[in-house]
């Protein structure tokens, strides 16, 4: 099996589109990232991000997020527009552009979690509510699967929603990242960034930190990381057992990175085979993981989607 991850170059016709109105020369256009959005470097520092259709929603939540964690003292890159600008059906908005960066060092990324959980919860920011079962439906029925292996993911992620409901949650909710993962964090001459706000949301603390810790157990990253993470968060998070269950639902997300392309449908056909116990996994889920992922290539620049340690463009 396989999930489809488009190209990016179909964001082409509406970020040509978008930039008229916007006033942004289009013509160099760079694609650097696609999975799920397209993400364009323009001249004159200008990152363009193009939305899936159907997300006006989650957009205009990224800019007005964007302006409020900037004014909390929280790093991030501002809009170059107060408002998406719709084109060919999609949002696009437009970011100033960060330059050449790399993801940043755990303990400048979790300084800036932590910051960002222990902010006020704002009463005129209406973020959405944190789901991560949200896009499940729908990113399975965008597998490349057979029928059998569609029904395993869905009843698969209905155990896992169950468990969810169920945990007993240590902190209280508070504004989240909601995809806190090295891609998305970003070291630069001029400081540390956290990027890509799109999930921004009122959710629990323990999703953010769990990535390190996901990142160290599914893709290899170094415990080093992870010790350095917990150490400046103020405490790690895997002797909390609902790690395991945010683990294991991260891991079921972590399919969609998956492209048709021959090289990575292997991956992904040993992805579902491990969540499956069927291929190098331990059947016992509170047991740490026995297997590896290899990351999953999912842009222009090269970059995989889920790889913890290579350098990332800015946005």
């Known amino acids: 099996m396989s999930t489809l991850t488009h190209s990016g170059e ?14 942004f020369d ?43 964690l900037y004014g909390n003292g929280i790093p991030v890159p ?20 960060l330059g050449p960066g790399a993801p940043a060092n755990p303990a400048d990324a979790a300084r800036l979690l932590r910051t960002l959980h222990h902010l006020p919860v704002p009463a005129d920011l209406r973020l959405p509510s944190h789901d991560p079962f949200a896009r499940f439906r729908a990113q399975i029925a965008a597998t490349h699967a057979t029928s059998e292996e569609k029904s395993w ?5 209905c155990q896992l929603r169950e468990l969810w409901l169920a945990l007993d949650w240590p902190t ?38 769990a ?4 990142h160290r157990d599914l893709f290899g990253a ?12 103020g405490h790690g998070i895997t002797t909390w057992p609902g790690y395991h269950v945010i683990r294991d639902i991260r891991s079921l997300c972590a399919l969609r990175h998956a492209t048709a392309s021959p090289e990575v449908r292997a991956e992904a056909d040993h992805r579902l085979s491990c969540l499956r116990n069927t291929a190098g996994a331990t059947p016992e889920p509170w047991i ?7 990351p999953c290539a999912a842009g222009a620049d090269g970059r995989p989607a889920d790889e913890p340690t290579r350098p990332c463009p800015g946005t």
Do not use: K
């Not at 179909?10 to 978008?18: G, I, K």
């Not at 740490?288 to 290899?294: C, I, L, M, P, V």
């Open 211 to 214: 990535t390190a810790a996901w």
């Open 172 to 209: 209280p909710r508070c504004v989240i990242h909601g995809d806190a993962g090295p891609g998305n964090t970003m070291g630069t001459t001029a400081g540390t960034f956290l990027i890509d706000w799109e999930r921004l949301s009122i959710g629990r603390r323990e999703w953010d930190q």
């Open 222 to 233: 170094s415990s080093d990381d992870y010790t350095a993470f917990a150490r400046v968060y």
């Open 26 to 68: 289009a013509s160099q256009a760079q694609l650097i990232r696609a999975l799920d959005n397209g993400i364009w470097r323009l001249t004159d520092g200008i990152i363009a991000r193009v939305h899936q259709p159907g997300t006006m929603d989650s957009a205009r939540t990224e800019i007005s997020g964007a302006y409020w």
């Open 78 to 97: 501002l809009p170059r527009r107060p408002e998406p600008v719709v084109a060919d059906g999609r949002p696009v908005t437009f970011w100033t552009d």
């Open 288 to 294: 740490g993981r026995t297997w590896q992922w290899a």
């Open 153 to 157: 993911l869905t009843a698969h992620a």
């Open 10 to 23: 179909e964001t082409l016709p509406a970020l040509l589109e978008a930039c008229l109105p916007a006033g």
